[in-house]
Nanobody
Framework: QVQLVESGGGLVQAGGSLRLSCAAS????????VGWFRQTPGKERDFVAA????????NYADSVKGRFTISRDNAKNTVYLQMNSLKSEDTALYYC?????????????WGQGTQVTVSS
């Protein structure tokens, strides 16, 4: 089992920055992929970014490329999402998730989410 806790959300003005954190506990997940997703009311959960735990491979949604950066700190079992140049359309509940079988596989463990609100 893996437990995930997101933090770092909040209210920010358009153009501002936030850094989200996803702290993991439980089984070590050195072979796992970790992703960030976001969801707004009435819409499906969308992929934002992902990173492999061991190799540092990353992937981003087109809508956040050049503005968001995903990174990890293996020693702290934490994955970060640095969000710059925020736009009102980035407002959402952000979740982190773990794909225990690795890159490109199903995300099976999810956190509770952290709210990001960008005011225009």
């Amino acid at each position: 089992q893996v437990q995930l806790v997101e933090s770092g959300g909040g209210l920010v003005q358009a153009g501002g920055s936030l850094r989200l954190s996803c702290a993991a506990s439980g089984r070590t997940f050195i072979w796992y992929a970790v992703g960030w997703f976001r969801q707004t009311p009435g819409k499906e959960r969308d992929f934002v970014a992902a990173i492999t735990w061991g190799g540092g491979r990353t992937n981003y949604a087109d809508s956040v490329k050049g503005r968001f950066t995903i990174s990890r700190d293996n020693a702290k079992n934490t994955v970060y999402l640095q969000m710059n140049s925020l736009k009102s359309e980035d407002t959402a509940l952000y979740y982190c998730a773990v794909a225990p079988r690795g890159w490109g596989t199903t995300y099976e463990y999810w956190g509770q989410g952290t709210q990001v609100t960008v005011s225009s």
